[in-house]
């Protein structure tokens, strides 16, 4: 089992930026593909950005493509989203997931995850 606790998420102005982590806590060996996933109000999920963890290789949805980051402390503990020029369409809660993969696993944002958090609130204002 893997917990995951994000945080990180706030209030800003549209042009702003913000930096998400996500916390990974329990066994966490074979979780080895991370992603950021975000729902508002009313839409489905959507994906947002993947990482495998071992190969430091990311995928990012076209609407965050440019704008985000998605990265990793050096233990693989705690995943980042870095977001910038935030949109008042980025307005969402953020959620944090894992799931198993090896370090040739490509992680792709239409995968299943196993593990999710609790979310981060994210609210862009114009």
């Known amino acids: 089992q893997e917990q995951l606790v994000e945080s990180g998420g706030g209030s800003v102005q549209a042009g702003g930026s913000l930096r998400l982590s996500c916390v990974r806590a329990g066994n966490t060996v074979n979780s080895n593909c991370m992603a950021w996933f975000r729902q508002a109000p009313g839409k489905e999920r959507e994906g947002v950005a993947t990482l495998n963890v071992l190969a430091s290789r990311a995928h990012y949805a076209d609407s965050v493509q440019g704008r985000s980051t998605i990265s990793r402390d050096n233990a693989g503990k705690t995943v980042y989203l870095q977001l910038n020029s935030l949109k008042p369409e980025d307005t969402a809660m953020y959620y944090c997931?894992?799931?198993?993969?090896?370090?040739?696993?490509?992680?792709?944002?239409?995968?299943?995850?196993?593990?999710w958090g609790q979310g981060t609130q994210v609210t862009v204002s114009s």
């Open positions: 997931a894992a799931r198993f993969g090896w370090i040739s696993t490509e992680c792709d944002l239409d995968d299943e995850y196993q593990y």
